[in-house]
């Protein structure tokens, strides 16, 4: 068996000879069928693979690894449903090519969000390319780089079965920004590719943040209108409980003070 093993890792499915050896150190299996053995692996394989995709996905975002579309918490307090939180997880908005428009204020989970959804396309075998905004139109008019490295990573841009672009409208994009920013939309849409944005800023706002008013609305309309799907996020406010009990506390503690030094004094 140890064989088996072996010629699992020399093909590179390191999942599965894992899980083989995990298979063989349970004395339970030994009588169970090949066919249980057998799913067991390819189990063990796909669990590993998906793990890989996703441990390279936040790698090149540079995010943290606990967000995901599972530690997000959907309820009414943050604006968004279970109910709805569900039905994006369900990616049928990426096989409709459709628009995710994420906004809200500091802290309110914008980025969790968009990165969850990632995270998710990325175990169903969906690549996707996780940008910032500003830095995203700054290198693709660096000059510092090949006109050739430019094309490359608009190319990587306009082709990926997911684009996912965090802060969105936060800085004032140029006349040259702005055109390459429609490009960008126009070409996704012709391919029929989804994108996931995330602003602090609410969509009303926007416009002061786009030089040229042509390609403005043309990002608008490939991003908000028929078919998007707006997250309007909230920042939870924290519980008041302790809060509460630290100035009832604090209140009670003072009057004590209080009466002690009428007592003490003469």
Same mark, same amino acid.
């Given at each position: 068996m140890r064989d088996h093993v072996q010629a699992l890792r020399t093909l590179h499915l390191q999942g599965m000879a894992d899980a083989l050896e995990a298979w063989q150190a349970d004395p339970l299996n030994v009588d169970r069928p090949l066919s249980e053995a057998l799913a067991y692996l390819i189990?063990?394989?796909?669990?590993?693979? @998906?793990?890989s995709r996703a441990d390279t996905f936040f790698r090149q975002a540079g995010l943290?690894?606990?967000y995901s579309a599972h530690t997000f918490r959907a309820n009414p307090a943050t604006g968004l449903s279970s109910q709805r939180m569900d039905h994006l997880r369900g990616l049928s908005w990426i096989k409709r090519g459709q628009a995710v428009v994420i906004t809200g204020p500091t802290n309110?989970?914008?980025?969790?969000?968009?990165? /969850?959804l990632g995270h998710e396309a990325t175990v169903h075998g969906l690549r996707c390319v996780f940008v910032r905004?500003?830095?995203? *139109?700054?290198r693709c008019l660096d000059p510092d780089l090949t006109i050739a490295a430019r094309r490359r990573y608009?190319?990587?841009?306009? @082709?990926?079965? *997911?684009?996912?672009?965090?802060?969105?409208?936060?800085?004032?994009?140029?006349?040259?920004?702005?055109?390459?920013?429609?490009?960008?939309?126009?070409?996704r849409a012709r391919r029929g590719l989804p994108v996931v944005v995330a602003s602090i800023n609410a969509v009303a706002d926007w416009d002061g943040y786009f030089e040229d008013e042509a390609?403005?609305? /043309?990002?608008?309309?490939?991003l908000i209108d028929a078919g998007c799907h707006r997250v309007e996020l909230r920042r939870s406010a924290p519980p008041k409980t302790a809060h509460r009990d630290h100035k009832r506390t604090r209140s009670h503690?003072?009057?004590?003070?209080?009466?002690?030094r009428s007592v003490a004094t003469p």
């Open positions: 189990d063990g394989h796909s669990q590993r693979q @998906n793990q943290a690894t606990h309110a989970g914008k980025t969790h969000l968009a990165a /969850g905004t500003p830095a995203m *139109l700054d608009q190319k990587q841009l306009a @082709n990926a079965p *997911l684009l996912i672009m965090d802060d969105f409208a936060t800085e004032y994009a140029t006349t040259e920004k702005t055109y390459l920013l429609r490009r960008l939309l126009d070409d390609a403005r609305e /043309g990002i608008y309309s490939r503690v003072t009057r004590c003070v209080k009466a002690h």
